[in-house]
């Protein structure tokens, strides 16, 4: 006969063994509402014995209501098509909500920040705040000029620092001949489109949305379901989330786990070949911001170079841009790399078309939601069998990240030296935006002069 704590023991492991959880807000690519995804699990906080001084941060604009491709291409089709639809959806099993359901974005709201948006923006500054609590505010701050930036930095501002009139808010021009003076070089980058991708993505988007519109004809064989019906109410989880609070489109009995999987790797794909490893202007369009970005690290104070008008070094440097800058930074610094520790080295064929890489590291859901930050932490350090000294270290999303052979500081942090160098190398494979792009305008330039000159 088997003891009270035997039979207790056995039904403790029978439930964790067949437990599972799956939170499609964390699979939806760029929609994604803000997370931190702890990828990799490293400790957030500055290693033992070390002091942050100086820190920078690219932040992705927070959430909206609807990008305008997603809302004409995918949602507003849909929406439409629904509204002329004969089907007594309050008779099938999954879609019954339909009955009732109405639409949350209207043509008016592209674009625009949602209030959870305005919210997770001031509570990212406030948590920035936290996080160094012994810098002092930054005199600027600055933004791209789209109003869902303009209005992200605001909101950050709002909770970072106490008196938002001592923060001056720069807006940077989104001009298409600014060379790589901008918040946005991609916009002034000649070989970058915004539809690359949609060829590598759409043939697997194709693939993994078959079954599902198979399944729900089946529920309601008066509507005909395509692929662009099956990602426009996959999207509506998102963005209906950012804007109600939830979102019946998130159920997973509407759409499977390894349904939201097929989503967010056909995202993946779109993405890799869009501003990520696939295109290879991608670390020219990144390398500039962190070319600039170290220069303010590294820079030694008042009369240097690099210092602001005003002859004074910030604290912090932050800058708010949108969903494709920080893929090519990540792409710049060499993180995310699914070849990295591949024989072949054709990154391409980590990321086939026909079936899901589960393996990879280049997943848009932790790269890119929104709001999403890449930070640059300089910090000084004497920690137990490390030299004291400077040391500095990348974050995405709140994640510490291992740069590609410099990592072995302080929680895996690069010493001061090593830095410079994994720098200049980086800007030999990657600098040369001009020629890169392919910039056919006049005035050009390959830099990012906004955090050293006046605006």
Same mark, same amino acid.
Not at 362 to 375: D, M, Q, R
Not at 381 to 391: A, K, L, T, V, W
């Given at each position: 006969?088997?003891?009270?704590?035997?039979?207790?023991l056995?039904a403790?492991f029978?439930?964790s063994?067949?437990?599972?959880?799956f939170n499609p807000?964390?699979?939806l690519? =760029?929609i994604a509402?803000?997370f *931190?995804?702890?990828?990799?699990p490293?400790?957030?906080s500055p290693?033992q014995?070390?002091?942050v001084?100086?820190?920078?941060?690219l932040?992705?604009?927070?959430?909206?209501?609807?990008n305008?491709?997603?809302?004409?291409?995918?949602?507003?089709?849909f929406?439409?098509?629904?509204?002329?639809?004969?089907?007594?959806?309050?008779?099938?099993?999954?879609?019954?909500?339909?009955a009732?359901?109405?639409?949350p974005i209207?043509?008016?709201? *592209? *674009?625009?920040l949602?209030?959870v948006?305005?919210?997770?923006?001031?509570?990212?500054g406030?948590e920035v705040?936290q996080r160094?609590p012994?810098?002092?505010p930054?005199?600027k701050?600055?933004?791209?000029?789209?109003?869902?930036?303009t209005?992200?930095a605001e909101?950050f501002i709002?909770?970072?620092v106490r008196?938002?009139?001592?923060?001056?808010?720069?807006q940077?021009?989104?001009?298409?001949?600014?060379g790589a003076?901008s918040?946005?070089?991609?916009s002034?980058?000649?070989?970058?489109?915004?539809s690359?991708?949609?060829d590598q993505?759409?043939p697997?988007q194709?693939?993994?949305?078959?079954p599902i519109?198979?399944?729900?004809?089946?529920q309601a064989?008066g509507f005909?379901?395509?692929n662009n019906?099956?990602?426009?109410?996959?999207e509506?989880c998102g963005?209906?989330?950012v804007?109600r609070?939830?979102?019946?489109?998130?159920?997973?009995s509407?759409?499977t786990p390894?349904d939201?999987?097929?989503? *967010?790797?056909?995202?993946?794909?779109?993405?890799?070949?869009?501003?990520?490893?696939?295109?290879?202007?991608?670390?020219a369009i990144?390398?500039p911001?962190?070319?600039a970005?170290?220069q303010?690290l590294?820079s030694?104070?008042v009369?240097?170079a690099v210092?602001?008008?005003?002859?004074?070094l910030?604290d912090?440097?932050?800058?708010?841009?949108h969903?494709?800058?920080p893929?090519?930074v990540i792409?710049a610094?060499g993180?995310f790399?699914?070849?990295a520790?591949s024989?072949?080295g054709?990154?391409n064929a980590?990321?086939p078309?026909?079936t899901?890489?589960?393996?990879?590291a280049?997943?848009?859901?932790?790269i890119?939601?929104?709001l999403?930050?890449?930070?640059?932490?300089k910090?000084?350090?004497d920690?137990y =069998?490390? &030299?004291?000294?400077?040391?500095f270290?990348?974050?995405v999303?709140?994640?510490?990240?291992?740069l590609? &052979?410099c990592n072995?500081?302080p &929680?895996?942090?690069?010493?001061?030296?090593?830095f410079v160098?994994?720098?200049?190398?980086?800007?030999a494979?990657? =600098?040369g935006?001009g020629?890169k792009?392919g910039?056919?305008y006049?005035?050009?330039?390959?830099?990012? =002069?906004?955090?050293s000159s006046?605006?």
């Amino acid at each position: 006969m088997r003891s009270g704590l035997s039979v207790l023991l056995v039904a403790k492991f029978a439930a964790s063994a067949f437990s599972y959880s799956f939170n499609p807000l964390e699979h939806l690519a =760029g929609i994604a509402p803000y997370f *931190e995804p702890s990828d990799p699990p490293l400790d957030p906080s500055p290693p033992q014995g070390c002091n942050v001084t100086r820190a920078a941060y690219l932040v992705r604009h927070a959430a909206i209501y609807a990008n305008d491709f997603d809302f004409e291409e995918y949602i507003e089709p849909f929406v439409q098509k629904l509204a002329n639809a004969s089907v007594n959806w309050s008779r099938t099993r999954d879609l019954a909500f339909l009955a009732t359901w109405k639409s949350p974005i209207g043509e008016k709201d *592209e *674009e625009q920040l949602t209030q959870v948006g305005e919210l997770e923006a001031q509570k990212l500054g406030v948590e920035v705040l936290q996080r160094y609590p012994n810098f002092k505010p930054p005199k600027k701050v600055w933004t791209s000029t789209a109003e869902r930036t303009t209005k992200s930095a605001e909101s950050f501002i709002s909770g970072l620092v106490r008196y938002e009139n001592e923060t001056e808010m720069v807006q940077v021009y989104e001009g298409k001949e600014a060379g790589a003076n901008s918040l946005t070089p991609y916009s002034s980058c000649p070989a970058y489109s915004g539809s690359r991708g949609s060829d590598q993505s759409k043939p697997f988007q194709t693939r993994y949305t078959a079954p599902i519109i198979e399944r729900l004809k089946a529920q309601a064989p008066g509507f005909n379901f395509t692929n662009n019906d099956i990602v426009g109410m996959q999207e509506l989880c998102g963005y209906e989330t950012v804007i109600r609070g939830s979102s019946p489109f998130c159920s997973l009995s509407l759409f499977t786990p390894n349904d939201w999987l097929g989503f *967010e790797y056909a995202n993946d794909l779109m993405y890799h070949y869009n501003t990520g490893y696939g295109f290879d202007v991608s670390g020219a369009i990144g390398m500039p911001w962190v070319t600039a970005t170290t220069q303010q690290l590294l820079s030694d104070g008042v009369g240097n170079a690099v210092a602001n008008p005003e002859g004074e070094l910030q604290d912090l440097y932050v800058s708010f841009t949108h969903r494709e800058l920080p893929p090519t930074v990540i792409v710049a610094l060499g993180l995310f790399n699914n070849s990295a520790f591949s024989s072949s080295g054709d990154v391409n064929a980590t990321m086939p078309t026909d079936t899901i890489n589960h393996n990879r590291a280049w997943k848009s859901s932790n790269i890119l939601p929104f709001l999403t930050n890449v930070a640059v932490e300089k910090m000084e350090c004497d920690s137990y =069998g490390y &030299g004291q000294g400077e040391y500095f270290r990348v974050l995405v999303n709140k994640s510490p990240q291992s740069l590609p &052979g410099c990592n072995y500081g302080p &929680g895996e942090s690069c010493p001061r030296n090593a830095f410079v160098e994994f720098i200049s190398r980086r800007e030999a494979m990657f =600098g040369g935006f001009g020629q890169k792009c392919g910039v056919d305008y006049g005035n050009s330039t390959d830099t990012l =002069g906004i955090y050293s000159s006046a605006q």
